[in-house]
């Protein structure tokens, strides 16, 4: 039975090998600390971090999310650590993220075993102007562990919550730390953002599949949470960045307008429609998948939560098997040292039996994780052969038949896709990679030397000649999920390397501009974007969109820039990291074609301008991370397929359809 501590309550441990379960209403650090029988931590190799996630006994989350599982091993724990402190901290320089606990959900903690059952919980309650906060901790007592709730909080963040533990290098491990959780959120694949307060429109969770040792996954969030049942949460709309178009709109009426008499709580929308329901299968057999089985007010944002499920579950799915192999491996560790640590079991046939014993366990215990994997992937892959087909155009392969039927769309989509996700244990199910419209940061196409995975190494030409291919299609597609009129691309190739492939973009028209060129051709573009982002931000600050040039463009932005930093001055520089930081929230979007080594003149000046953009390859590459459990997946670029039309066909029609706004 569960133990729900209050502050200051203690409770036994009758585990070693443990889990804490963290989960927070907004994206937090986790970390740890070692500490002697006084609770003081003596070196920084005592605290475990997202920049040293492990530590013997003990392994933490390497980036900020809203859910956290960290690993515990007491039997592992050196003689010399009495204490194992959990801590929580909010993270710095994010980028609009809370100030302070206060403004957060109550931050909830639980202790679990291996299987997932619950043998304490912690609320966190109280908290207001700290940033930082010890949660629990774990303690010896007379040769025996417990859990005690804490609950300390600290208005000076994570340095001075370790130097309050007595750590000499508070400070500087602090911001390592931020250093840390900064380059982990620059890797990660966001997770929708929050809904807007209109109705649930969250997929309806089945229930959930057991694990392979048919206790659940030891990763995400609370409970039992593996395999394909394990889908639920806010997943989708979100309220958007500040739009430059939204200036347009009338503002709330003021004294002498007209008077609204309609009652405040009275619905006037309906609800969504019912999703799909899935034919009845078989006894015995998994339900039959559905395209469009999450819940939403449309089809696109049935498949978009559908998607984002099918996104989590593969995770999930996968980090239960891949606990499930490291208990089976660490198990047989365990039992060959106990083999060999006997002197008497060394003699004789006695340690081969003990041997081969540990080894046939080791074997059925992973041999059954997989079969619980197969079972889910094999579900999650006859669901991507329902889904796939589905899909809209803004969510499609460049070789779905759904781009052959494309038209011009009249509203703005949910998402764009930008690509394709695996995980190497199944690499044979891709997840679309669907990422929020209006974007919220921008994209870098890194054209740097890099190995792909296939063993092959392309040389530097190759590399950005595929780079500007990839820019291309990403642009393309931004192109044509947008309205007429609604989306407008720039264009600044300095030396004209990208001609080539800029070549369907300028020969359909489809460009605000010839792309620019030379340092001048930089300076006009970046002076221009800089202008509008000045403008809109005065206005939307001041609330005086009357106030705006009328010619104006309030359509949304994207600034393709290739061979970076080739023809920018230290000016153009500093407007081009300014469009990086506060473009987006007015509608001014950057991709970047450039390899980081090109610009490392410039030394850590840039290093916040490659962390505020997305990465992508123009290869398979394993860098992006799963807003969920962290791991690596293998990003595929989005291509078009050898001696298709289909590209030039779509930017035709977006050609014809700019025209006829224009008119």
Known sequence: ??????????????????????????????????????????????????????????????????????????????????????LLALPTGAGGGPGRFG??????????????????SYTITGLEAETAVVALELYRR??????????????????????????????QLAAAIDEAVAQGMARSVAAP?????????????????????????????????????ARAGNLGAGAAPADPSALTQPSAPTSGGPIDYSHPRRQNTAPPPPPPTAPPAAPGQPAR?????????????????????????????????????????????????????????????????????????HAELVDQAKQVLDRDVAQLTTEAGVVEPALPPAYAGWDNPVWHAYRVPME?????????????????????????????????????RAGSLDGSFPDSHELR???????????????????????????????????????????????????AVGAAGVTEVLARLT????????????????????????????????????????????????????????????MMVADREDSAGYGPLLDPLWRSLLRLTPVADDHLADPWVGHAWTYEPPVVPPGSQVLQQVLAQVSSARRAWRR
């Open 1 to 86: 039975m569960t133990a729900e501590l209050v502050r200051g309550q203690n409770h036994p441990l009758s585990q070693a090998r443990l889990e804490i379960r963290v989960s927070a209403g907004a994206p937090i650090v986790a970390a740890a600390t070692l500490s002697d029988e006084l609770g003081k931590v003596h070196s920084v190799e005592r605290v475990a971090h997202p920049g040293a996630p492990n530590l013997p006994g003990l392994e933490v989350p390497r980036q900020a999310a809203a859910d956290h599982r960290l690993a515990v091993d007491l039997s592992a724990m050196p003689d010399t650590v009495h204490r194992v402190n959990v």
């Open 103 to 120: 403004v957060v959900a109550a931050p909830f903690v639980a202790v679990t075993g291996l299987d997932g059952s619950e043998i304490a």
């Open 142 to 171: 007379q040769g025996a562990w417990k859990v005690r709730a804490v609950g300390q909080g600290y208005a000076g963040g994570l340095a001075g919550l370790l130097a309050d533990q007595g750590l000499p290098q508070a400070h």
């Open 193 to 229: 953002p929050p809904r807007a307060a209109d109705g649930d429109r969250t997929r309806q969770a089945a229930p959930p599949a057991l694990g392979p040792d048919q206790s659940g996954s030891p990763y995400g969030g609370q409970g039992p949470q593996t395999g394909t049942g």
């Open 289 to 361: 998948p559905v395209a469009g089985d999450a819940t939403g007010w449309s089809m696109d944002e049935r498949l978009y939560n559908q998607v984002w499920g099918m996104f989590e579950d593969l995770a999930r799915t996968t980090a239960a098997y891949r606990s499930a192999v490291d208990f089976a491996e660490s198990r047989m560790d365990k039992e060959l040292e106990q083999v060999l640590s006997d002197p008497r079991s060394r003699i004789g046939g006695q340690a081969d039996a003990a041997r081969e014993s540990a080894r046939a366990r």
């Open 412 to 448: 703005l989509p949910m998402a764009v896709r930008l690509g394709d996700l695996r995980l190497p244990e199944c690499a044979q199910l891709r997840i679309p990679m669907l990422l929020r419209l209006p974007l919220e940061r921008g994209l870098w196409i890194d054209s740097g």
């Open 465 to 515: 000649r595929l780079a500007m291919d990839s820019a291309v299609a990403h642009a393309a597609r931004l192109l044509a999920v947008h309205p007429a009129g609604e989306f407008n691309v720039h264009v600044i190739d300095p030396a004209g390397s990208g001609a080539s492939a800029l070549a369907p973009l300028v020969q359909s028209g489809v460009l605000a501009a010839p792309p």
């Open 531 to 590: 202008q509008r982002v000045d403008l809109v931000q005065m206005a939307v600050r001041g609330g005086a969109a009357d106030a705006l040039p009328p010619d104006l463009d309030t359509s949304q932005h994207l600034l393709v820039v290739n061979d970076f930093p080739h023809g920018f001055d230290d000016r153009a520089v500093t407007q081009l990291r300014y469009l990086a930081d506060e473009g987006p929230g007015v509608g001014v979007h950057l």
